[in-house]
């Protein structure tokens, strides 16, 4: 291995490397996939993680995943698991934290002989997979998923947003890539500063799950939904950071004028309890998948999604291939996937009111709520998973070549 270039995060020596196509040709590609969530959870990172790992393993290569694991997984993880040490999070403990690389994990990474390390989340983990991998001399990449330093003032910590950007923006420029979910966040990284070579890896849809002709009458009478009802849709995990104070003052303020709109609330986390109690007349179903999972998306009317936290947003993409319009705030994720006034509507950040406006006049004009919705499922049919797979398994090649 031939040392390129270098550059420090913390005082450690970032080593890239060039790599000859012999250290890697004859042999399957190798890939260390370090993440803070794989299995324990069913949040947006492990899912298009398990499906990254899913991929990469039919195309014949060998992923080794390093994560924290939980007394019970959500689900059966993709490829092979080597599990972390790992402790509640403070303040979510339904999330887990490991506290670095421990040294068993280390040697299992030498023995494994990884051509790249792969880094999606930038925490203690990740940081100790980093230094690992610079020692190694083993080219580092990231993918970016979270917006984490928007989360701080969900929970009064906003004073230690400056901090944490730092880190962040330290930790992703040294790593050789970083690959972006939308073009919205990748304008926001350039304007902190940001050096590393950005690539898009987006998002997609499974268009044929997530389709308008899974609106069901049945459904909506199990959940005591009339069938002249209008009903405003929110899917996402219930924590704080997901606005669901300006959530519960739109669905509350709709109801109070029209008893005829309905909400429903679908997904679970630690807010539900006192969301329900704000939202007396919300239907609440709890954590959907699969089939349920599309029919709630396409038995609506209207998508409703206030958080800005987001840096590209599957359940608005979920949503449009339902053939919901989308009325979102104007914020990265949600700016690269709604077409305003098209697609739906983009709506400021935190006006509850604006998106009492906005949601009222989709409910009010069934011709222009069919229009955009109809076009919210073009829009989503750009959105394919295999070209995103495919775009990272390219990455890694052209990086060692």
């Known amino acids: 291995m031939n040392f390129v270039a270098g550059s420090t995060l913390g005082g450690v020596v970032r080593a890239e490397t060039a790599r000859d196509d012999a250290a890697f040709n ?4 190798r890939i260390a996939l370090v993440s803070g969530s794989y299995n324990y959870i069913r949040d947006g990172i492990a899912l298009t993680l398990n499906r990254l790992v899913d991929y990469l393993v039919k195309q014949g290569v060998q992923v080794l995943v390093f994560a924290p694991v939980g007394p019970k997984p959500a689900f059966e993880p993709a490829g092979t698991l080597v599990p972390i040490t790992s402790v509640p999070l403070p303040l979510r403990t339904e999330y887990r934290v490991a506290l670095g690389l421990p040294r068993a994990a280390r040697l299992r990474l030498e023995e494994f002989q990884p051509d790249i390390v792969h880094i999606a989340v930038p925490d203690l983990l990740g940081r100790g997979a980093l230094r690992a991998a610079q020692e190694m001399n083993v080219p580092v990449v ?53 050096r590393v070579e950005m690539h898009l890896w987006p998002r997609g849809v499974d268009s044929s799950r997530f389709h308008p002709s899974k609106r069901s009458t049945a459904w909506r009478a199990r959940r005591g939904i009339g069938a002249d009802d209008l009903v405003v849709l929110f899917v996402s995990r219930l924590v704080r950071e997901k606005q669901l104070a300006t959530l519960a003052y739109v669905l509350q303020t709709l ?9 429903v609330v679908v997904g679970e986390g630690p807010e539900r309890k006192s969301l329900e109690k704000r939202l007396p007349d919300t239907i609440f179903t709890g954590f959907q998948e699969g089939e349920e999972l599309a029919q709630a998306y396409a ?29 979102c705030a104007d914020a990265t994720g949600s700016r690269s996937l709604v077409v305003p006034n098209v697609t739906g509507i983009l709506v400021e950040p935190g006006n509850g009111d604006s998106f009492v406006s906005a949601v009222r006049m989709l409910l009010s004009d069934r011709a222009l709520r ?12 750009e959105f394919g998973w295999e070209d995103p797979m495919r775009r990272i398994l390219q990455r890694y090649e052209a990086l060692l070549q």
Do not use: I, W
Not at 26 to 29: D, H, K, V
Not at 308 to 319: H, Q
């Open 26 to 29: 004859g042999r399957s590609l």
């Open 142 to 194: 990231a993918s970016y998923h979270t917006r984490y330093e928007t989360y701080l003032n969900h929970y009064r910590l906003g004073v230690a947003q400056p901090l944490l950007e730092n880190y962040l923006d330290r930790f992703y420029d040294a790593c050789r890539e970083l690959y972006v979910p939308s073009p919205s966040m990748v304008d926001v990284l350039k304007a902190r500063g940001l």
């Open 255 to 263: 109801k109070d004028t029209d008893p005829a709109v309905r909400s």
């Open 299 to 327: 038995s609506s009317d209207v998508f409703l999604f206030p958080s800005e936290t987001e840096s590209f947003g599957n359940v608005t993409l979920e949503a449009m291939a339902c053939g919901l319009p989308a009325v």
């Open 370 to 381: 069919e229009r955009m919705g109809a076009r919210a499922r073009e829009r989503s049919l």
